[in-house]
């Protein structure tokens, strides 16, 4: 390679040989990192108007960088970018084809900074747009969630420990349950948001630079909250990153375990609800399948997002300041856990609202499972029983209409006294589901006006946002 060549690289100056070309593939970011291209394109402007504010810019420059930088985003939005693996990563793609359309001005713009401080200030930018549009879509499944909880506040359902009927809840209260664990998520994103909008432009490679920059301007300009403080820090900082992939990993985790519910409800076995068709596939062999594909997909999801998590941890361990190479290896966990997290959110927001519950089907289950056992208890403890007494007495009760095939409802009055001659006619209002459901009625109960009253307070919440 001539001498020629090697000075083409925009940092060739002090190299003697040309990059061997397996390095030169080896230590690129071009194929994944110009998805942020619109991010460069915005850290660019800002930083040449601040050039241009402070005086090391003339108004003549600055207006020919604006110019070229607004024509190099129209050629990458149309698609007429020629990439180039030689010019390394987005940043030095973009400042190449800048100098190529307005010559050497094009030169000038990375005055004061490093690809250092470049790069921590795209990736915060690419990620609070992404925050934003997770936001939204969380926002959207949980509007879906609360909604579908508000038309199901009486529809009676069997709640589950250890996946064995339990007591009777209502299909709503367990929705919101759902709703909850979501109303967290959008708490962590909001957090991570938070610390993440500081910009940190102005570090450039580590230490600052020596040309009289305003770090304020760049940073409202950019719509940041503030600079960020130091600027060993700053080139070196991914903790939004890894912050960002740890709400990815809860908020997955959450959504497989409403995957499993949903595998499980659509079930024959339990048949509580329906799918509509559009979020279902067939089987190539069997005819009559209509599997939960979306669902499936998603709870297999979570396993690529959790990796993610472990692999900017990972990157980030024992890495000393500032900026490393290693770095460069934050993008496509990142963008993966976004693209992983939006695709999984859009297809619950879609699929939440459109679940048909067989209210029929919810109610025979909890009916057939003894769900009122514990309320047969507490009857008993009103008529003055221990509560462990309580307990033998109905332990016995339920074997017995385990070996004869009857629900506590089931059994005559006179059955039911000879496991304790307390018991009167009113028992019955107590075994009832709705008699149980009704009287879970308090803050955070199961009892249909309860779950009414919560769901309006959720409702509220997201209004709020
Ligand atoms: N492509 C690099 C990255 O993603 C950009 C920063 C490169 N800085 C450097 N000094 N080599 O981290």
């Not at 030169?24 to 619109?38: C, E, I, K, L, Y």
């Not at 000038?108 to 879509?137: C, F, M, P, W």
């Not at 990142?334 to 519950?357: E, K, N, Q």
């Not at 499972?369 to 029983?385: C, H, I, N, Q």
Request: glycine share 6%; proline share 4%; net charge negative.
């Amino acid at each position: 390679m001539s001498k020629q060549q090697d000075t083409s690289k925009l940092w060739g100056g002090r190299f003697s040989e040309a990059t061997d070309s397996f390095v030169q593939r080896f230590t690129a970011s071009v194929s994944f990192d110009q998805r942020m291209a619109r991010e460069d394109i915005a850290g660019s402007l800002a930083h040449a108007e601040m050039l241009g504010a402070v005086g090391v810019l003339t108004p003549a420059e600055l207006a020919d960088i604006q110019r070229g930088l607004a024509q190099v985003e129209l050629e990458i939005s149309n698609g007429d970018f020629d990439w180039s693996v030689e010019l390394e990563d987005v940043h030095m793609n973009i400042e190449a084809r800048l100098t190529q359309l307005i010559g050497v001005t094009g030169k000038k713009l990375h005055t004061g900074r490093s690809r250092n401080d470049q790069v921590a200030t795209d990736i915060r930018l690419y990620l609070r747009s992404a925050i934003d549009a997770i936001a939204a879509e969380l926002t959207r499944l949980q509007r879906g969630a609360i909604e579908l909880a508000s038309r199901n506040t009486d529809t009676i359902m069997p709640g589950f420990t250890h996946l064995q009927t339990a007591q009777p809840v209502t299909f709503g209260h367990h929705l919101l349950a759902w709703n909850e664990m979501l109303e967290r998520d959008y708490g962590r994103l909001r957090d991570c948001r938070v610390r993440l909008n500081q910009s940190p432009l102005g570090a450039a490679a580590l230490a600052g630079t020596t040309y009289p920059i305003d770090r304020t301007l760049t940073a409202a300009a950019l719509g940041f909250d503030r600079p960020t403080e130091n600027s060993l820090d700053s080139v070196s900082d991914r903790d939004f990153a890894i912050e960002f992939c740890a709400f990815a990993a809860l908020l997955m985790t959450h959504l497989s375990r409403m995957s499993e519910e949903l595998v499980l409800w659509t079930s024959a076995q339990f048949n509580f609800i329906e799918l509509p068709d559009r979020f279902c596939t067939g089987s190539s062999i069997m005819p009559q399948k209509k599997n939960p594909d979306v669902p499936e997909l998603v709870r297999g999801k979570v396993g690529r997002v959790n990796g993610h998590l472990v692999s900017l941890l990972t990157l980030m361990k024992s890495q000393p300041l500032a900026y490393n190479k290693d770095n460069q290896e934050d993008k496509e966990p990142l963008f993966d856990t976004v693209d992983t997290v939006l695709d999984s959110l859009r297809a619950f927001a879609g699929m939440v609202p459109a679940i048909r519950p067989k209210a029929e089907q919810m109610r025979e289950a909890a009916r057939r499972g003894f769900s009122t056992a514990t309320d047969l208890a507490d009857y008993l403890v009103g008529k003055g029983l221990p509560f462990r007494d309580a307990h033998e007495v109905v332990g016995k009760a339920v074997a017995h209409g385990v070996a004869n095939g009857l629900d506590l409802a089931e059994m005559e009055l006179a059955t039911l006294q000879e496991f304790c001659p307390d018991i009167s006619a009113d028992v019955f209002e107590v075994l009832t589901l709705e008699g149980s459901v009704a009287a879970r009625d308090h803050l955070g109960g199961t009892a249909p006006q309860q779950v009414a009253a919560a769901a309006q307070r959720a409702l509220e919440r997201l209004l709020e946002r």
